[in-house]
């Protein structure tokens, strides 16, 4: 827990900019959890569960969950006792809906976000990082066939799990996954900046140089 109480912290920014490669290196680095929402789905999706397989229908094609389903499984998440100092939110809030929904919700108990930690970058950047994602079937570990190569090809090396592309890693989702971005999350950007949340984060940078920078503004 941080000096004053449990800290909330929200990664914002465009489909494969690298907010859950940074978020395993900052939930070490602060030992928060890592609540991404589309993990969750991705776990009830393997467990065959109703919501899983409604999320899919969703994902598949790029398009986002309807809010009433996110807030719910988000808010339930950040219930569990291991969320007690905090999280790191990753994909969540994606709507201005969502935003609200989560501030309601700590503010509930008395909380409130410390800041979001907000990384762009152009679509021709966003577009290389997608289409060479390989991710680990077992652990979810991410990997890039030429930014972040496994050691061994089509394993993981922190598992050994087999590798594969996400169901939604395809030319046309990843377009319309950021064109769906463009819509209805970037308003989020000027939502947080009245709020005075928001920090700017370079997309661009590589793995490291990337993660030095929000370490900086983290720590800070
Ligand atoms: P989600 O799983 O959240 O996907 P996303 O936001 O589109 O983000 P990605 O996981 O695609 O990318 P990322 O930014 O985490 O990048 P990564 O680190 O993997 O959502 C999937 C779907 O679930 C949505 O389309 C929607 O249907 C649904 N959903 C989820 N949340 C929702 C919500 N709140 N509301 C409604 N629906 C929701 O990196 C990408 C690649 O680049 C990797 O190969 C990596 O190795 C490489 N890489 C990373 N950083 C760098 C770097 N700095 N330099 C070079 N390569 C890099």
Redesign the pocket.
Known sequence: MGETGPRYIVLL?P????????AERLTERLSLPHV????L?RQNLKAETALGLQ?KT??DR????PDDI?IAMVVDRLAQPDCAAGALL??????VA?AQALEDALAQQGHALETVLYIDAPADVLLA??G???TCRQCGA???LL??PPRVAGRCDECGGELYQRA?DTPETHRR?IAVYQEQTAPLVDWYKTRDLLTEIDGT???DG?TAALVATVEA
């Open positions: 920014g489909p494969g900019v690298g907010k859950g490669t940074q991404a929402s589309g993990d789905f999320a969703y994902m790029g398009a986002l969950v996110t990753d994909g969540f809030p994606r709507t969502q990082r997608l060479g994602r390989w991410v990997y890039h930014f972040s939604d996954r940078l590589d793995i990337m």
